[in-house]
Nanobody, 128 residues
């Protein structure tokens, strides 16, 4: 059974930084892709970034490029999302999701339906 547990959310001031973690259990080191999604109140869940375990290829939403960095430590089965220069519009619940059908992310990585397992989410609030 695959389980994903996010942590690292909290309150951060505009312009600040935060690092989210997603620990995956029940997966092997090279057989899955992990993506970060977020959902703000009243909005649809949207993809933030994705990273494959097999090839390390990453994809990011335009809103994340230049500010957020996804990385992973396969030995710890952990994927990180380093969030820099956060803005109020980054306020959302952040979820990690696993696609266990492939070890890489593809051009449709942002589709919510492409993932088998989801974490419970961690709240990120950007406010002064």
């Amino acid at each position: 059974q695959v389980q994903l547990v996010e942590s690292g959310g909290g309150l951060v001031q505009p312009g600040g930084s935060l690092r989210l973690s997603c620990v995956a259990s029940g997966v092997t080191s090279d057989d899955h892709a992990i993506a970060w999604f977020r959902q703000a109140p009243g909005k649809e869940r949207e993809g933030v970034s994705c990273m494959g375990s097999f090839d390390g290829r990453t994809y990011s939403a335009d809103s994340a490029k230049g500010r957020f960095v996804i990385s992973r430590d396969n030995a710890k089965n952990t994927v990180y999302l380093e969030m820099n220069n956060v803005q109020q519009e980054d306020t959302a619940v952040y979820y990690c999701a696993a696609d266990t059908k492939a070890g890489a992310c593809y051009s449709d990585w942002f589709r919510v339906g492409g993932y088998d397992y989801w974490g419970q989410g961690t709240q990120v609030t950007v406010s002064s």
